[in-house]
């Protein structure tokens, strides 16, 4: 089992960046693909970006590609979603997700959720 502890988020002008960090509890992470996804009010949970437990190969939205990304530190249980030029419309609570052996997009199918970090771009 696994915990998960995202911050980072914060109020940023709109070409700005952010660097969400995802920690995660636990001494079997390595096991665990991560995902970011992100949630405006309104809409549905959205796919960001996510990492692969095993050779840290990466996937990543296409209206984020170019802009964030993913990464991590197995030694230090942790995720990271750089994010550069932020637009206003990258404004949600970003939620940081893991599961044993599965990278994928679909977030049913991610078990172990932090709490979210808001993030908050301003035009």
């Known amino acids: 089992q696994v915990t998960l502890v995202e911050s980072g988020g914060g109020l940023v002008q709109a070409g700005g960046s952010l660097r969400l960090s995802c920690a995660a509890s636990?001494?079997?992470?390595?096991?665990?693909?991560t995902g970011w996804f992100r949630q405006a009010p309104g809409n549905e949970r959205e796919f960001v970006a996510a990492?692969?437990?095993?050779?840290?190969?990466?996937r990543t939205a296409d209206s984020v590609k170019g802009r964030f990304t993913i990464s991590r530190d197995n030694a230090k249980n942790t995720v990271i979603l750089q994010m550069n030029s932020l637009k206003p419309e990258d404004t949600a609570v970003y939620y940081c997700?893991?599961?044993?052996?599965?990278?994928?997009?679909?977030?049913?199918?991610?078990?172990?959720w932090g709490q979210g970090t808001q993030v908050t771009v301003s035009s």
């Open positions: 636990g001494r079997t992470f390595g096991r665990y693909g």
């Open positions: 997700a893991a599961e044993t052996y599965y990278s994928g997009t679909e977030y049913s199918k991610y078990n172990y």
């Open positions: 990492i692969s437990w095993s050779d840290d190969s990466t």
